[in-house]
C-alpha cells in the first residue's frame, strides 16, 4: 500500500475541495465545450456518454461514481470568490489529485428509506456504524491503475443528517511522487473499487478511460 505525504497547504486546498464539491448536485445534460460556470461542467458530468459517471445498479442500493474534474474545483473557487488570481497555478496544483464523489442510493427492493440504518438493529449496531461511516471508509476503496494500487488520502461523508436517505463520499486520491504522477497520466484506464462492508455487493469495479478524464472541455477565465 502506497503512503501519501502532502504538504499543509496541499492539505488545506483538499479540504476546500470537501467545502466545494458538496456545494451543488449534479444535474442535467449538456454539450458545451467551454465552460464559464459550475452549472455547465455539472451538466457535462452527469450525462454517461462523456464517461465521467459510472452506475452499478443491485436490488437494494445503487452505487454511482463520478469524476470531479480539476477545471471544475477552479471553477468552484472563482464562484466563491476563494481565489482572486493566479488561477493557473492552483489548476496546477489540483490537476495533481484525482477527486470522485462516491454515492450510495436505496434500490427499488431496500427495506429502509435511510441507509444508515441497513442492517442496524441495535444502539450499538448503529453506533458502530457510524464509526464506520465517518472514521474508516477509506478502508474500502481503492483505486488501481497498470500495477499500482493506491488508498484515499481523503475519505468524507457528506453530513445530510438522513435527509436524503443516500451516503455521499468525497474521495481524493494523491499520487505520492513524480512515478505516480506519471503513471496515473499515462494509463490507459482508471479503476475503482469498492469492498462494499455493509450491503452484501461484495467487490465492485468502476473502469474510467483515461481518454475521458483527459477529454474535459476548458474553462474560460
Known amino acids: 500500500m502506497i503512503n501519501f505525504s502532502i504538504s499543509c497547504r496541499r ?8 467545502c466545494l464539491t458538496l456545494l451543488g448536485v449534479l444535474m442535467g445534460s449538456c454539450q458545451l465545450k467551454r465552460f464559464k460556470t459550475c452549472r455547465d461542467y455539472r451538466c457535462y458530468i452527469e450525462d454517461p456518454s462523456n464517461g465521467l459517471k459510472k452506475i ?25 470568490e ?15 489529485s484525482l477527486v470522485f464523489q462516491f454515492s450510495i442510493i436505496p434500490g427499488e427492493k431496500c427495506t429502509v428509506r435511510d441507509l444508515r440504518y441497513y442492517g442496524i438493529y441495535t444502539d450499538d449496531d448503529y453506533m458502530q456504524r457510524q464509526k464506520v461511516l465517518n472514521y474508516y471508509m477509506s478502508e474500502y476503496f481503492i483505486l488501481r491503475c497498470n500495477d499500482r494500487f493506491y488508498t484515499p488520502k481523503i475519505c468524507h461523508l457528506e453530513q445530510d443528517y438522513g435527509v436524503s436517505g443516500k451516503l ?54
Open 82 to 96: 476563494l481565489v482572486m488570481s493566479d488561477l493557473d497555478s492552483v489548476m496546477q496544483e489540483y490537476a495533481q
Open 11 to 18: 492539505l488545506s486546498i483538499y479540504r476546500r475541495i470537501i
Open 168 to 221: 455521499n463520499f468525497l474521495l481524493v486520491f494523491v499520487p505520492d511522487d513524480d512515478s505516480d504522477v506519471n503513471t496515473l497520466s499515462t494509463a490507459k484506464e482508471i479503476k475503482i473499487e469498492f469492498n462494499d462492508p455493509f450491503f452484501n455487493t461484495h467487490l465492485t469495479k468502476f473502469i474510467f478511460s483515461n481518454k475521458d478524464l483527459k477529454a474535459v472541455p476548458k474553462i474560460e477565465i
Open 56 to 80: 452499478k445498479s443491485f436490488e437494494e442500493v445503487n452505487f454511482i461514481v463520478k469524476n470531479i474534474p480539476a477545471q471544475l474545483r477552479v471553477l468552484q473557487e472563482r464562484e466563491q
